[in-house]
């Protein structure tokens, strides 16, 4: 399946509508104008991929609503050649949306089924990101530290393993709380062990779980 005029037209529509609701980043809005989201969402679904909802995946995970992907990416203020870790591949849309930005990702995906899906997606569309199969919650020491890291999946609490894979001036996005609601939490990396907490509202998503395997 290719990109078409048609899924072009829905994109635009969708990035007035992310625009009416207040994201104000152009280079986020752009982005989302770009990746043809409805390639990380079954074929059969073209009707879904542009409007402003999220959308199962397989394994009991979700893509998340265009909104959302837009609003973590702006707090994340992500500028070219930053290095950005994502905890949560899932479908790799995140991941494309930052590549296109011109950051160099670096994701990671608890789900092997996921993992591999994600990484042919972008690969068949040519977006370049760096793919882990493992659990989130220990980072990527080795490839740090990151301008930012976003995490697109409830975690309980703010992963301190991730804080310390931080650069100073960096910044983590990261919903924050019960598996029934959490707080968007921005965290600024002030100086080298400062950090700096702000909240942005409220947000539903997929538990961030310990260890790897399919176990939801
Ligand atoms: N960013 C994704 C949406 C992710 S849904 C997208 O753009 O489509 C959340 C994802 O986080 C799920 O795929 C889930 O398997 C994954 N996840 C949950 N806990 C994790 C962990 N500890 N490490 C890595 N991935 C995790």
């Known amino acids: 399946m290719t990109d078409t005029f048609e899924a072009k037209g829905m994109r635009k529509k969708l990035v007035d509508e992310l625009r009416r609701k207040g994201i104000s980043d152009e280079d986020v809005l752009s982005a989302v104008g770009t990746v043809p989201r409805?390639?990380?969402?079954?074929?059969?679904?073209?009707?879904?991929?542009?409007?402003?909802?999220?959308?199962?995946?397989?394994?009991?995970?979700t893509i998340s609503q265009p909104y959302t992907v837009a609003f973590?990416?702006?707090?994340?203020?992500?500028?070219?050649?930053?290095?950005?870790?994502?905890?949560?591949?899932?479908?790799?849309y995140q991941a494309a949306i930052l590549a296109v930005m011109g950051a160099r990702v670096f994701t990671i995906e608890r789900h092997r089924d996921l993992?591999?899906?994600?990484?042919?997606?972008?690969?068949?569309?040519?977006?370049?990101?760096?793919?882990?199969?493992?659990?989130?919650?220990?980072g990527k020491p080795q490839y740090g530290p990151f301008d930012g890291i976003v995490?697109?999946?409830a975690a309980p609490e703010v992963p301190l393993k991730l804080l310390q894979q931080?650069?100073?001036?960096?910044?983590?996005?990261?919903?924050?709380?019960?598996?029934?609601?959490?707080?968007?939490?921005?965290?600024?990396?002030?100086?080298?062990?400062?950090?700096?907490?702000?909240?942005?509202?409220?947000?539903?998503?997929?538990?961030?779980?310990?260890?790897?395997?399919?176990?939801?």
């Open 38 to 61: 409805h390639l990380f969402m079954d074929p059969a679904f073209l009707s879904h991929a542009y409007v402003d909802k999220a959308f199962p995946l397989t394994s009991g995970q």
């Open 72 to 92: 973590q990416t702006s707090l994340l203020k992500v500028r070219k050649r930053d290095k950005i870790l994502e905890i949560g591949t899932g479908s790799g």
């Open 115 to 138: 993992f591999y899906k994600a990484q042919q997606t972008l690969e068949s569309i040519g977006y370049s990101a760096d793919f882990f199969f493992g659990d989130g919650y220990e």
């Open 151 to 153: 995490i697109t999946a």
């Open 166 to 216: 931080l650069k100073a001036g960096g910044r983590m996005v990261v919903p924050v709380g019960s598996s029934n609601s959490q707080i968007m939490t921005l965290v600024e990396k002030t100086g080298d062990d400062t950090f700096e907490y702000t909240s942005h509202g409220n947000f539903v998503f997929v538990p961030m779980l310990k260890g790897i395997g399919n176990v939801k």
